[in-house]
């Protein structure tokens, strides 16, 4: 739609992915190397930090779920990194197999990875265009 706008899009809120077992999920995201800003067994919720920002991955147990990957293509959300490269052999180190080797993209290299439940990961670097990067 074109045309003027009551409202101004700011920048992002959370992203919310659907698990099967939140404390699976937990664990999964921990060793991602992700932290754990908060968590709410009861509502069935945990917020992962990104960085420094506010917003992060709101984690939402969603019952009847399962333990396995929808049998629809995923979403992909992609985090920045100082460099995906090593993030790829951190990644693998600590047990969490990467989907493919690193790619490398317009604006350096992006290695992927999925949780148990298909919710599909990129760690992505700025190597190539640094002036397009945050500053670590």
Known sequence: MSGDHSYKLLGFDNVLLPVGDLGTAVGF???AG???GFRFDEAGIALLKVGAETPGILLRQEDGLGHRPP???SPRLWIEVTDARKAASWLAAAGIAPL????AVAT??????ADPWGNVIGFTDYGKRPELGRRP
């Open 108 to 113: 350096g290299w992006t290695v992927e990875i």
């Open 100 to 103: 493919d080797e690193p790619i």
């Open 29 to 31: 995201y921990e060793r």
């Open 34 to 36: 992700f932290a754990v």
């Open 71 to 73: 049998s629809w293509p």
